[in-house]
C-alpha cells in the first residue's frame, strides 16, 4: 500500500510542470537605499555558503550603479553565474533578491512585491533620513517569515500564485551580470577620461598663452631694441650738445 502511495505520488509530480516540481530557493535578499546605494537591510542566512559573499558583493556593486544616476528599468533580471537577481525598484529603494535560475521568475518578483509593500508600509517615512548601513536590520524577521513561504514551489499557495494571470513578468528584462556592471565601469572609464582631458586642455592652455607669449617677444623684441637704441642715441647728443 506504501510503494502504492508513493507510486501515485511520484506519478503525481512527474505530471506537474518543471516549474511546479522544483525545489530550487531564494539564496539571497538585499534592500539598499538607490540615491547612494546604502544597505537598509538584508536577509540573514545562517550556515551559508562562503561562495555566496561573492554574490553579496555583486549586489552591492549593481546598488552602486543605480546610485550613480544610471536610467535603469524599475524592474529587472541580471544573470550571474548559476543564479538570478531580481530587483524592483520604487520609491528610491530597490529590493533585490537572488534565485537559483530555475527557481520560477514570477515567484520571485510576488516575494519581492510583498517585501516591498511591508517595508514602504513600516519603514517609508525613515528612508530618507537613514544614516548607516542596515538601519531597519529588525526587517530581517519579516524577510525570513515571507521567504518561508516562497521556499518550495510546489506548495499549493505557490503553484496558486504561479497561475495568476493578473500578476505577469514576461515583459521584465533580463542582462547579464556582466553587461549590467560593465556599463559602471564605462561610466567610470568616461569619467576618468573627462578628468585627464580637462587636465591635459588645462596644461595644452597654459603652454599655448607661454607660446603665445614667446611669440609676441621674437616679434616685438628686435623694435623695441631698435627704439631703445635710437632712445638712447637721442639722449647722448642731447648731453653732448
Not at 510542470?17 to 536577509?43: C, H, N, Q, Y
Not at 524599475?74 to 544573470?79: A, D, L, N, T
Not at 521567504?147 to 547579464?176: A, F
Not at 598663452?209 to 631698435?226: M, S, Y
Request: positive net charge.
Amino acid at each position: 500500500m506504501l510503494a502504492s502511495n508513493g507510486f501515485v505520488r511520484e506519478n503525481w509530480q512527474r505530471r506537474l510542470p518543471f516549474w511546479a516540481r522544483s525545489r530550487e530557493m531564494v539564496k539571497l535578499t538585499m534592500i539598499a537605499r538607490v540615491t547612494d546605494g546604502l544597505p537598509l537591510a538584508e536577509g540573514l542566512d545562517a550556515g551559508r555558503d562562503p561562495q555566496d559573499e561573492f554574490y553579496k558583493q555583486q549586489a552591492k556593486s549593481i546598488f552602486k550603479n543605480f546610485s550613480k544616476g544610471q536610467n535603469e528599468p524599475s524592474r529587472m533580471s541580471i544573470e550571474t553565474g548559476p543564479y538570478i537577481f531580481h530587483y524592483i525598484i520604487e520609491g528610491r529603494v530597490c529590493y533585490l533578491t537572488m534565485c537559483d535560475r530555475s527557481y520560477p521568475k514570477k515567484l520571485a518578483f510576488q516575494y519581492l512585491e510583498e517585501l516591498k509593500n511591508e517595508f514602504q508600509r513600516v519603514n517609508g517615512d525613515q528612508i530618507e533620513t537613514a544614516a548607516r548601513p542596515y538601519a531597519f536590520i529588525k526587517f530581517d524577521a519579516f524577510i525570513q517569515k515571507t521567504k518561508k513561504l516562497y521556499l518550495d514551489s510546489r506548495t499549493q499557495r505557490n503553484i496558486s500564485k504561479l497561475n495568476d494571470e493578473l500578476y505577469e513578468v514576461q515583459q521584465i528584462m533580463t542582462r547579464n551580470v556582466q553587461e549590467v556592471l560593465g556599463v559602471g565601469e564605462k561610466l567610470d572609464q568616461v569619467s576618468e577620461m573627462s578628468s585627464r582631458l580637462t587636465s591635459e586642455s588645462r596644461i595644452y592652455a597654459d603652454k599655448a598663452r607661454d607660446l603665445n607669449r614667446q611669440a609676441l617677444i621674437r616679434k616685438w623684441a628686435p623694435v623695441a631694441i631698435v627704439i631703445a637704441i635710437v632712445l638712447l642715441l637721442f639722449w647722448v647728443k642731447n648731453k653732448i650738445w
